[in-house]
């Protein structure tokens, strides 16, 4: 079964206190990565695929960068606006997206 | 470019009374559609996913119906509410199935 697993649960940074968010999975035959951005009572906002280890994607101030086994969001000197909850999610085979609970990003000015 | 609207954005109701969710896509054709819902500290959960018109698969048992009488409308439903169906809906459409998706603003159900 695919699983996957996000840390830290909750992230407090200072504003241009550069970090990073994980995620780590187990599935066989991973076919791609998916990042999402949630702001509160919204729908999930796409942000990168990633398909194979090694791949980068950036956008503004995040870049996403995978792993055989995990993926991480670096956010690079935040911004107050960048607080979010983050999702990451896998898919493999033929089955549907799996996500993680996400982690929780504050960004303090 | 592409759009989905998903409506109403808050709904309370009462235990027993039934239910109707409605999720139209703009801008493609034969889009691939999913009903997830996300509960407080937990992952989104799929529920239904339709690949095309009278076409769905259920992920989960449930106290709820899906259906798709139009290419680019989905719709979620139940006979009966139950407390345990409180929670946020989320539709959401793709070009293939399982692959990146697109999500609505989501439904804020509360059944009380």
């Known amino acids: 079964e695919d699983q996957v697993t996000q840390s830290p649960e909750a992230l407090r940074l200072q504003e241009g206190e550069s970090s990073s968010l994980n995620c780590s999975y187990t599935v066989s035959g991973l076919r791609g990565l998916f990042w999402y951005r949630q702001d509160p009572g919204k729908g999930p906002e796409f942000l990168f695929t990633?398909?194979?280890a090694g791949e980068e994607k950036e956008k503004e101030r995040l870049k996403a960068t995978l792993t055989k086994k995990e993926s991480f969001l670096h956010i690079t000197a935040p911004k107050p606006e960048d607080s979010a909850t983050y999702l990451c999610a896998v898919q493999s085979g033929n089955t549907p997206l799996v996500f993680g609970k996400g982690t929780r990003l504050s960004v303090i000015a | 470019s592409q759009t989905i609207h998903q409506w109403p954005a808050t709904l309370v109701q009462p235990v027993g009374s039934p239910l109707s969710l409605e999720c139209t896509v703009e801008g493609t054709s034969n889009p691939n559609l999913y009903w997830y819902r996300q509960a407080a500290g937990r992952g989104l959960q799929l529920l239904f996913y339709s690949v095309g018109i009278g076409q769905i698969s259920s992920e989960v048992p449930q106290n709820l119906s899906a259906s798709r009488p139009q290419d680019r409308q989905f719709i979620l439903s139940s006979k009966k509410l139950l407390l345990s169906d409180s929670g946020f809906y989320l539709c959401?459409?793709?070009?293939?199935?399982?692959?990146?998706?697109?999500f609505g603003q989501g439904t804020r159900l509360t059944v009380v």
């Open positions: 959401a459409w793709s070009w293939q199935r399982h692959t990146e998706a697109f």
């Open positions: 990633l398909y194979s």
